[in-house]
């Protein structure tokens, strides 16, 4: 589930350990100096190291490309404990008492239609902005930004995102739709799971794993779904029925842009969803749900 993960670690919380002596004397380090003190940055692999005589930051970089070379697979809690143990041995030192600072949950779908299929049905979320990144051939990814910019979710093809920056796609991953799901929680971390600080050993304990999990999916099911039914008009019954599914169409198109421009107030919004909920339920007139977005939000829930 995790992609980028950054962590900060002091010194006050190691028993005053000599981090720039332990953590660079394996590694090749450039070193800036400031008003604030030496600063020497290595990188392991993919992720960045910046050591200080007051503790060290780790990140910006994929802690599952870390682990295996790619971010195609799907990282599990199994594997996050790996690569800190992992990084913990290269650093030598523990990252116990490690605090997170960022922390990108993801996860790969293989779905059955190309990945921008999707993006059509995922509409507006509360408290953030939409954004389309579009290119020659459509929609290409989708962002939701948070007005106060501590999250970020973001939807797109991963195989291609991969392919675009010429790094590794195994082998069987090759020629199938991914649809990546990515949500980025950029700061104030603590804040969203209310406790008091987030360390390393939480992202694989089981239970706080779980809150992660479940909170990922929860901003997923805030996404208002858009043309999440479709209407089979070959099933309608005569005359009464094509007008109940006139009124639908009128209604799926024309709703939300009229309430948006000011021409319905919320008493008449709410009025009109209360009753196009109602035919909604009405089995004569072949209203389905949509099999792209049913298909989506089964494998999400599914995680």
Request: charged content about 25%; hydrophobic content about 30%.
């Amino acid at each position: 589930m995790f992609d980028t993960i950054n962590i900060n670690l002091k010194s006050i919380d190691t028993q005053q350990l000599n981090f720039v002596k332990t953590v660079t004397r394996d590694l090749n380090v450039d070193t800036t100096t400031s008003r604030y003190g030496t600063t020497y940055t290595s990188h392991i692999d993919n992720l960045t190291i910046r050591t200080t005589t007051q503790g060290v930051s780790i990140g910006n970089g994929s802690l599952c490309k870390f682990l295996y070379g790619n971010n195609i697979v799907n990282f599990t809690r199994t594997d996050t404990r790996l690569a800190f143990e992992k990084l913990s041995d290269t650093l030598h030192i523990s990252l116990n008492n490690a605090t997170v600072s960022r922390m990108d949950v993801a996860y790969n779908f293989e779905v059955t239609h190309p990945p921008e299929s999707y993006f059509y049905h995922l509409g507006n979320l509360p408290y953030y902005k939409r954004l389309e990144q579009m290119f020659y051939k459509g929609v290409e990814g989708l962002y939701y930004s948070s007005i106060s910019d501590k999250k970020q979710l973001v939807f797109y093809d991963k195989i291609k995102e991969t392919t675009n920056r010429k790094d590794y796609v195994p082998p069987e991953y090759q020629n199938k739709n991914l649809l990546r799901y990515e949500l980025r929680l950029k700061n104030h971390i603590k804040q969203i799971f209310k406790v008091n600080k987030v360390t390393v050993p939480m992202l694989y304990d089981v239970q706080f794993y779980n809150r992660i999990v479940d909170y990922w999916k929860s901003v997923y099911q805030n996404i208002v779904k858009v043309n999440e039914y479709e209407i089979d008009i070959a099933d309608c019954k005569g005359i009464r029925d094509l007008n109940k599914i006139g009124i639908l169409l009128l209604v799926e198109q024309q709703g939300d842009q009229q309430y948006n421009t000011g021409r319905l107030d919320k008493r008449q919004r709410s009025e009109i969803k209360r009753q196009t909920k109602e035919l909604m339920q009405n089995k004569s007139i072949g209203v389905v749900r949509s099999p792209l977005i049913e298909e989506l939000n089964t494998l999400v829930e599914g995680v």
